[in-house]
């Protein structure tokens, strides 16, 4: 074992200011799945925080039925769509993983991590797609015409 | 094989920031990672300066980050870091562990990473008077703590954790693991004590599942598994109101 003691204290550089400081957060290291997942959850994360930002702005129209149609009418314009498309990914993800989180910490499932990462992934793909469903329908009607998009579960 | 093995130098009487050094160095797939650096030191450039004893995985002197990932150098072999039939040519690289400041070349200042470690309390905290014999532990009570006395203090995973990389001040994965180690030490009775240390935002809650710490440990120790069972206890704990 490394040691640490009295009489054998941990090294330090000689002079003071001799090392060079590799402070940063951002360091280049394997992605393996943990800090894959963590990194998401973090994306995903402040992407909410924004989104629910801009939400609430939104909201603010609400003391004006004008203007809030108006605003509820560009909300049907495909970049919306892709949006509300993203939205879900985010917050099927974000919901997923936290799941995961909280089995990890509470119920001590560490060692299954992985498998963990990829059955809830598994999952949170069948939600973004039957959840997601309308959007894509709309989206490849908007793309390649009416009526090119077959009619499931709608 | 040949391979090329990239070694990122750094000496402070010379050099103003660490940079890249590239050496051919004779391999064979069982050999270990360490044995590359051995060569170029004996046979390329005496300079090279890395941390090394007994070269068996014991003493936790050669944590490094080889490949981009943190490793004992000594633990792990060349057919694992490029292949059993890999071509001349294929790179190796050597690196301090990340975060820390580096003294010498592979060597980094280890001074912050065992003020941490002291700072959990690493030793037995008892309340009564010691017994005449032996204190007693059955097997069962050994085997929960079991996993995490096997911790060499390599450094390898605290310097693999993000957290670390953001807030040096994060106490870390190796000195978390120590407090697990003592609290749930049945012999033990400072773990409200040590709760207090690690019950903070420099302590458990920084820890956010990351599992960097896990794939670093050379003795392959459940460390996030550890570090949650504290988790749950600073949660229950009376020290928990503390925070």
Redesign the interface.
Known sequence: ??V?TQER?????S?EG?????????????I????FA?MM?RLTGVGLVVYLIIHIWGLTALTDPETFNALIAKYHSPIFKVGEFALLVAVAYHAMNGLR?VL???L?W??N?KKLFWTLGAVTAVIILVGGWPSIYSLGEWILGPGSMPTLFL | MDLTVEIKR?N?DE?E??HWESYEVPAEPLDSALSLLLHVKWHEDGTLSFRKSCAHG????DAM?I???NKLACSVLVQDLVGEDAEDGSTITFE?L??????KDL?I???R??EK?RDVKPWLITDGPAPEREREQSPEEHAMIEDATKC????ACTH?C?ST??D?DYLGPAAMLKAYRYTFDTRDDGAEERLDVVDSPDGLWKC?????C??ACPKDI?I??WL??L??RAATSQASTNA
């Open positions: 074992m490394a640490d204290p941990a090294p330090t550089a002079k001799a090392t060079a400081e590799q402070d940063s957060r951002f360091q280049r290291y394997r393996r799945t943990g800090m963590w959850h989180i990890i910490d509470f001590g560490s060692p991590q | 750094y402070p050099d920031e660490p014991i003493c936790g002197s980050q490949n981009g990932e301090p990340p975060s820390a400041p580096v003294i060597i200042d280890q001074s990473f065992f470690y060499i203090m390599c450094g693999a993000p990389w953001a040096p956010y599942t990351i599992f960097n896990n794939e459940d996030t598994r949650s069972a988790k749950r």
